[in-house]
């Protein structure tokens, strides 16, 4: 079920004909069934009319607005305020602790792990010492997570291990490394810029599920002490991170998909941007990645879009007591590749990670 992206400012958005179409200058750009459309998101301010405004609001599909760094700048709001079907239960395990520690730590986990391997997977062949002691590194905060008495030291986990990961990240971009060796600092950053955009896209498709199968998104268990938009759905990509955004950011600018002469240089305190054309690349291949079809243990071949709808079901699944223990998704390493996706247990009994990988 397709997103529709409105990458040119100023667009409009009619319904005719039961198909959504969107023009700009007067032009013809894209056509959609309406009842294929799962969410709009726009770049800047477009017209909506107001026959489009009524069907939205009929049909409850969302619409986003970001800027082209990246920036989610909010959504239109048409219809009353959705009530949340698990909403009970999840402020019933918030007041858990032992049930917030415990999802908090798998998903910090899981997203460690998808780090090492993603890591793993874009390594050159050629010997790579700060890679290898990064992934060293982060092997020994995933083994030592049991250690963290308190969210707030699960974010100090989550915080080093940024500290490290990104910069290593964006050294496997040697034509943009060398000039940027502040990475943490530098928002022109061409991975930097990408990835925030990505993790926006991810941010969008998480959001649907979270809202479509009933949870309230403000209720969340590692976010619960940052100030972002919707934590829990924060929560539940952090594992898909490097999984879809970071590894698909990193190939397009190494195999030169996307080249420094696509983004828009830096406007002071502003990192530079893609300029449309190059954004629409990497919308394209982001919905490639989506659609990519993986191996999943239980319920076989699916998408990776098709994932988001079965961690949400799990996360619920856990609420209900259903299940005892959430199971984040992993990807499995195989002689050098990444072969399938597959899912674990991850416990903490007695201060000891006992580690069950699904059937290959």
Not at 33 to 41: L, Y
Not at 178 to 194: G, I, K, T
Not at 260 to 268: I, M, T, Y
Not at 277 to 301: M, R, V, Y
Request: charged residues 15%.
């Amino acid at each position: 079920m397709p997103t529709i992206y409105v990458i040119h400012p100023g667009s409009s958005i009619e319904v005719r004909s039961r198909y959504l179409q969107v023009f700009h200058k007067q032009q013809l750009c894209l056509g959609v069934p309406i009842n294929r459309v799962t969410q709009i998101i726009l770049f800047g301010i477009c017209n909506l009319s107001r026959q489009t405004q009524v069907l939205i609001a009929t049909r409850q599909i969302p619409v986003y607005y970001i800027n082209v760094h990246g920036d989610q700048l909010g959504s239109l709001e048409l219809t009353p305020q959705r009530s949340f079907k698990y909403q009970t239960h999840q402020l019933i395990c918030s007041q858990d602790l032992e049930f917030v520690r415990a999802i908090a730590e798998s998903i910090t986990w899981a997203k460690l792990q998808n780090e090492i391997i993603v890591l793993k997977q874009l390594q050159p062949k050629s010997d790579h010492c700060n890679i290898e002691n990064t992934i060293n590194f982060l092997q020994l905060l995933a083994d030592d997570l049991p250690s963290a008495n308190s969210i707030e030291e699960l974010w100090d986990y989550h915080a080093t291990a940024t500290s490290y990961y990104y910069p290593i990240l964006a050294s496997l971009v040697p034509q943009w490394s060398n000039r940027h060796s502040s990475f943490r600092l530098d928002l022109s950053h061409p991975v930097l810029q990408m990835l925030k955009l990505g993790y926006t896209f991810l941010h969008q498709q998480m959001a649907l599920f979270i809202h479509d199968l009933g949870l309230d998104p403000e209720i969340s268990n590692l976010h619960t002490l940052s100030q972002t938009n919707q934590p829990l759905v924060d929560d539940l990509i952090e594992e898909f991170r490097p999984i879809l955004v970071d590894s698909l950011v990193v190939k397009l600018l190494q195999t030169g998909t996307i080249t420094s002469s696509d983004f828009v240089p830096p406007n002071g305190s502003r990192g530079g941007y893609l300029q449309p054309s190059a954004l629409q690349i990497f919308i394209n291949h982001w919905e490639e990645k989506l659609a990519t079809h993986i191996q999943h243990p239980f319920a076989g071949t699916i998408s990776y879009r098709q994932c988001f709808e079965l961690q949400v079901k799990e996360y619920i699944a856990c609420l209900l007591g259903d299940i005892e223990f959430y199971q984040p998704l992993l990807m499995q390493k195989e002689k050098g590749k990444i072969k399938k996706m597959y899912a674990k247990e991850y416990l903490t009994q007695k201060n000891v990670v006992q580690v069950f990988s699904g059937k290959d």
